[in-house]
């Protein structure tokens, strides 16, 4: 077995950030409002971070200081396009207040128009919503010098339909609110109409998509007995009126919740946010899952899975902790110097865990690589095709790293060819009774 480059050994550490639920581990995301553009995934959340130094007092909820994007590249790894605005270049906002709440990014006639909410330092309102426009979906985006008249609230949510109209949906508490758009995407053409027949309750996340004809509204809300959900009305018109169906995910852990819906390559997918990383509700992480809807066009109620979605290729970082079934193993949250994630443990003999949809393209890969911690040196672990008995296509000795939290890439060959999607389920094997293999983050087939 042959060591990794240290070139390839950085690359991979850096990728093993982007894949699985969570979306990203390298920084903390929230309020994830997904977008296709030009066949491409891209998402646009919020970010949490830790107040500043000294003025943690200032901040009892959510300390928001600006945004990121991302876009899907190869088969399941997020690219990070860095900032896309700080909260100190908002024209016409109020400054040091890490107060950027939830925005949306859509595109029209090739331009992409990206909105957002912040406090406006002439203290008209608790917020304003503001946009930039920019010729690509990750900017350089030109700001407009004030916010759009005629709208106070949170969450912009928008919506071109079929006839190229554009509606944004906005607001916060008890109301929630649509205004059609002028052609120019920066001005409402009329005033904000009330988003009505919905229940009691508090209400935020505004976010609308079209199925079969079907508008549907979704909507973060706040039930007297329980706390965020997602949930949707529908209707058909995009103004309504609307008709209130139901939830589309439960609460999470007692936190927030705030998404968005896309449909992509055929498949529909809910994107949200959950805290379980950091362990604070106020350090959230995006996260997706897809979405099935039953033959009368209602939504099956959406569960939380750490698989998430995406089909990994060569190249991309495989998270086998994020499996679809595990066997005689465990999972616990990752130690040593690894980021932010979750490890496969407790490795037994024949204990195994299956990692659904791997693309390995036209047969190409030759080699795989496993992220491990080992505090022995008797035992080892295969790589096999759709069950614990399948074809072999690889093995690994259970190498000591220097204990079960020092980590270290290791690689071997492919045993065989292998070629189109595959579940890949690694197996774990035991020399004389030991009760544990190898602690296993993630591979990647090369």
Same mark, same amino acid.
């Given at each position: ?17 982007? !894949? ?5 581990? &390298? ?20 970010? +949490? ?18 945004? &990121? ?34 925005? +949306? ?16 330092? +002439? ?76 229940? !009691? ?56 919740? &705030? ?13 949200? &946010? ?54 005689? !193993? ?31 393209? +036209? ?84």
């Amino acid at each position: 077995m042959k060591k990794l480059s240290l070139t390839l050994i950085i690359l991979l550490a850096l990728k093993t950030a982007i !894949a699985q639920n969570p979306l990203v581990t &390298h920084m903390f995301t929230a309020d994830p409002t997904a977008r296709v553009h030009n066949g491409k995934l891209y998402i646009y959340p919020s970010s +949490d971070t830790y107040p500043p130094a000294g003025r943690e007092a200032e901040f009892p909820r959510f300390c928001m200081p600006g945004y &990121h994007a991302f876009s899907l590249e190869n088969g399941a790894t997020w690219k990070d396009h860095g900032w896309i605005l700080k909260e100190n270049d908002v024209p016409w906002g109020d400054k040091d207040t890490y107060a950027m709440w939830a925005p +949306d990014c859509i595109e029209k006639d090739g331009k992409f128009y990206y909105y957002y909410p912040a406090k406006p330092k +002439d203290g008209s309102s608790f917020r304003r919503i503001g946009v930039g426009v920019s010729d690509s979906p990750t900017g350089p985006f030109e700001w407009e010098e004030d916010y759009i008249k005629g709208v106070s609230g949170i969450d912009p949510g928008l919506f071109i339909d079929d006839d190229g109209k554009a509606y944004l949906f906005f607001g916060g508490g008890k109301e929630l609110f649509v205004a059609p758009l002028k052609d120019n995407m920066k001005e409402i053409a009329a005033e904000p109409k009330l988003v009505e027949h919905l229940p !009691a309750g508090y209400k935020e996340a505004s976010f609308m998509f079209k199925r079969d004809s079907i508008y549907y509204f979704t909507y973060a809300h706040v039930f007297t007995d329980e706390g965020y959900t997602i949930a949707y009305a529908t209707a058909d018109k995009p103004m309504g009126p609307f008709t209130y169906v139901g939830k589309m995910m439960d609460n999470l852990g007692n936190g927030t919740n &705030h998404h968005s819906v896309v449909e992509y390559e055929g498949k529909w997918i809910l994107f949200y &946010h959950w805290w379980e990383i950091s362990g604070y509700n106020k350090l959230r992480s995006m996260r997706a899952d897809y979405i099935e809807f039953k033959n009368d066009g209602s939504v099956k109620k959406v569960k939380p899975t750490l698989r998430g979605i995406g089909t990994p290729t060569l190249g991309d970082t495989i998270q086998v902790d994020r499996y679809n079934e595990i066997s005689g !193993a465990q999972t616990a949250f990752v130690g040593g110097n690894e980021p932010p994630g979750w490890m496969v443990c407790e490795t037994k003999m024949m204990s195994h865990v299956r990692f659904n949809r791997v693309d390995f393209g +036209d047969g190409q890969a030759q080699k795989i690589a496993a992220r491990i911690a080992c505090g022995q040196r008797v035992g080892s672990f295969e790589v096999r095709l759709n069950n614990s008995k399948g074809k072999l296509i690889a093995e690994f000795p259970a190498e000591y790293t220097g204990g079960w939290n020092s980590w270290k890439t290791v690689e071997t060959t492919l045993l065989e060819k292998v070629e189109g999607v595959q579940d890949l389920v690694v197996v774990f094997k035991a020399d004389w009774g030991s009760d544990k293999v190898v602690n296993l983050n993630w591979l990647v087939i090369q």
